[in-house]
C-alpha cells in the first residue's frame, strides 16, 4: 500500500482529517522513537509522529482488550510523512490506533480525546519538552474528569442506593441553601487537612469567635482531636473512606451539611443538627426530588469550575454563599508537605509514592510550592488549586487570603500568615455558635416533606417497572417492536433521571443489553431501600 492508498485509509477512519489533507505535503523523514514502556496504561498518547511508535506496541495492544494507542499530532505535514512509512499500512487499519490533529482549538479537542477514551490510567510520551509537558497534565486532568464521571454513571445505582437510604433523613434536617447571605460580611476560616494545619491550629483556638470554622471530611477529624470544632462540618463522597474519616471525629454536635449522595453510614458518627445541602452533586433524580419538595433556591457552588471534585472546593462555596468576606484559607496544601498527606489526627495517611502506574487522577508530578521550593503533589491537587484560583475570580467582591504557611498555593490569591491575617481583619468577637444555632432553626425543611417522597419514589417504582418492560424488548429478551419500545422507554421519568446517557456508555452491538442490566440493578436498589 503506498501513499496515496494509506492517505485514504487515513481519511476513511478519521474524517475529520479531510478538509486539509489534500494540501498536505511530506517533509524530512520522521525521527525514530525511543524505547517505550507503558506498564499498566490503559491508553497511550504519543505527541509527534515517529518511527517505530506502533512497531514497538502491537503486543501491547493486544494484551489487553481495551488498550489504544493515539498519535497526537500538530503538523499536518508530519501526518504525511508518516503515510509514507511501511508501519502506516498496518497502523491505520488497527482499531485501536487513533490519530488526532491538535488545532486553535486545543483545549476543546483534548476534552473531546479524554472522553472518548475515559480510561484511569494513562501515559503521555513525544516529542518536544514545554508542549509536551503541557499536553500531558492537560491530558490528565480532562481524564480525570471523563474517567470520574463514565464511572460514576456506569455505577451510579451506588450512589443511588446512598441516595435512597439517605432521603429519610431530609424531614429531620434543616435546610442549608435557606441560609444564603445569612452571615453576610462575617469573616471565615476555610480549613483542609494537610499537615500545615497543625502549625496553625493554636491560632485557630484563638479564632471561633471572630471568624466561621468551616471543614469537610478528614478535616473534621483533624482538627476536633486537638480541641477545635468548627462552626460548619461538611461530607459529601459517596464511599466507605469518607466513613473511616468521620468516624475518627470528635465534633459529634457540629452541624454537618450532606448531599443525598453520601455514604449512609457517616450520620452514625455525630448528632448533628444535619442540613440537607442543594448543591447540584447528586445527580439528576436529587435534582428530581427537590423540584418536588420544591427546593429550587441557587446551587451552593453554583460557579465552581467542573475541576472540583473535593469537599474543600465546596466548603469554599458555601462559606462565599453565606455571604462571608474575608475568606481564609488554611491547611490546604494541596501536596506532599514532608512526604505527608495529612495533619495529626485524620487516623491514617498516604505514603508518597512516585509510580506511574498510578490513576490519572494520582499521578504525582512536582510543582513549586507557595514558598518556591520544590514539592510533590498530585492531578487532583492541581485541579483543586485551579477550581478554588477559579472560584475566587469568579468572586472579585469577596477577599480571599492563603494563610497556610506550605503547600502549593493558588494562583490569584495572596498569601499573609494567618497571625497577620486576624491582626488586620478579624477585630470583631461575637457569639459566632449561637447565631448559627439561631438561622438553622429558621430554615426547617417544607411541610409534609416524607410524605412527597414516599409519593414521589412510588412514582418511580411504578416508571422503572414500565421502562423494564421496554428494555427487555430492546435488549432482545421478549418479542415486539424495538421502535415503538425504544419512544416509550424514553418517555418514562425513571429513564430520563436514572438512564437518560446510559445507551452510550456501551458499544453499540451490546447498548441496550447494557442499559436493561444497568436498569435491573436501579430496580434492586429501589426494592431493598428504606420504605418510605
Not at 483533624?222 to 474519616?245: C, Q, T, W
Not at 442543594?278 to 445527580?283: K, L, Y
Not at 462565599?320 to 514532608?338: H, K, M, Q, S, V
Not at 419500545?485 to 445507551?503: G, R, S, T
Request: hydrophobic share 40%; with cysteine; charged share 30%.
Amino acid at each position: 500500500m503506498g501513499y496515496e492508498e494509506n492517505l485514504s485509509a487515513l481519511l476513511e477512519r478519521f474524517p475529520k482529517l479531510t478538509l486539509a489533507a489534500y494540501s498536505w505535503e511530506a517533509r524530512e523523514p520522521l525521527p525514530e522513537a525511543p524505547p517505550l514502556q507503558l506498564g499498566t496504561a490503559e491508553a497511550f498518547y504519543y505527541f509527534g509522529l515517529s518511527k517505530g511508535v506502533y512497531s514497538q506496541l502491537k503486543s501491547w495492544l493486544q494484551e489487553e482488550e481495551e488498550r489504544k494507542l493515539i498519535f497526537l499530532e500538530d503538523d499536518p505535514c508530519r501526518i504525511a510523512s508518516f503515510l509514507h512509512l511501511e508501519e502506516a499500512k498496518e497502523a491505520l487499519s488497527h482499531p485501536k490506533v487513533h490519530i488526532a490533529l491538535l488545532s486553535k482549538n486545543e483545549e476543546e479537542e483534548i476534552k473531546e480525546l479524554s472522553s472518548q477514551f475515559p480510561f484511569q490510567k494513562i501515559e503521555v510520551d513525544g516529542i518536544g519538552s514545554k508542549k509536551l509537558q503541557r499536553l500531558r497534565l492537560k491530558l490528565l486532568r480532562k481524564t480525570t474528569l471523563s474517567h470520574a464521571l463514565r464511572m460514576d454513571r456506569l455505577h451510579g445505582y451506588q450512589p443511588f442506593h446512598n441516595f435512597i437510604e439517605n432521603l429519610k433523613r431530609l424531614p429531620e434536617s434543616f435546610y442549608a441553601n435557606g441560609l444564603k447571605g445569612a452571615f453576610k460580611n462575617t469573616p471565615a476560616i476555610i480549613c483542609g487537612a494537610g499537615p500545615s494545619l497543625e502549625q496553625s491550629i493554636e491560632e485557630i483556638k484563638t479564632l471561633e469567635k471572630k471568624a466561621l470554622l468551616i471543614a469537610g471530611g478528614s478535616t473534621l477529624a483533624a482538627l476536633s482531636s486537638k480541641g477545635v470544632m468548627p462552626h460548619f462540618g461538611m461530607a459529601i463522597d459517596p464511599n466507605l473512606e469518607e466513613y473511616r474519616r468521620l468516624k475518627n471525629s470528635f465534633a459529634f454536635h457540629t452541624p454537618l451539611l450532606y448531599s443525598t449522595r453520601v455514604f449512609p453510614a457517616i450520620f452514625q458518627t455525630c448528632a448533628g443538627p444535619f442540613g440537607y445541602m442543594r448543591s447540584g452533586i447528586g445527580g439528576a433524580h436529587e435534582l428530581w426530588m427537590e423540584e418536588e419538595l420544591g427546593l429550587l433556591d441557587p446551587l451552593i457552588g453554583d460557579n465552581l469550575s467542573s475541576e472540583s471534585i473535593s469537599v474543600t472546593t465546596i466548603c469554599v462555596a458555601w462559606a462565599e454563599f453565606l455571604g462571608c468576606n474575608p475568606i481564609f484559607l488554611n491547611g490546604i496544601d494541596l501536596a506532599y508537605t514532608n512526604k505527608k498527606r495529612y495533619a495529626e489526627g485524620v487516623g491514617a495517611d498516604e505514603e508518597l509514592r512516585l509510580s506511574e502506574e498510578t490513576a490519572a487522577a494520582d499521578r504525582i508530578v512536582r510543582r513549586k510550592d507557595k514558598n518556591g521550593k520544590t514539592v510533590y503533589t498530585a492531578i487532583r491537587w492541581v485541579m483543586e488549586s485551579a477550581s478554588i484560583s477559579h472560584f475566587a475570580k469568579k468572586h472579585p467582591e469577596t477577599l480571599f487570603v492563603n494563610t497556610g504557611v506550605g503547600g502549593l498555593g493558588f494562583k490569584g490569591i495572596d498569601d499573609l500568615s494567618l497571625k497577620e491575617a486576624a491582626r488586620r481583619y478579624l477585630v470583631k468577637e461575637w457569639d459566632l455558635r449561637a447565631l448559627v444555632q439561631e438561622k438553622i432553626l429558621a430554615s426547617p425543611m417544607p411541610e409534609n416533606t416524607q410524605e412527597k417522597i414516599r409519593r414521589k419514589m412510588e412514582e418511580l417504582k411504578a416508571s422503572l417497572e414500565r421502562a423494564l418492560k421496554r428494555l427487555l424488548v430492546l435488549g432482545g429478551k421478549e418479542r415486539g417492536s424495538k421502535a415503538l419500545a425504544e419512544m416509550e422507554v424514553k418517555e418514562e421519568i425513571a429513564y430520563l433521571i436514572l438512564l437518560y446517557d446510559a445507551p452510550g456508555l456501551f458499544s453499540e452491538e451490546k447498548r441496550w443489553e447494557g442499559v436493561l442490566k444497568l436498569a435491573e440493578k436501579y430496580r434492586v436498589v429501589l426494592e431493598s431501600g428504606t420504605s418510605f
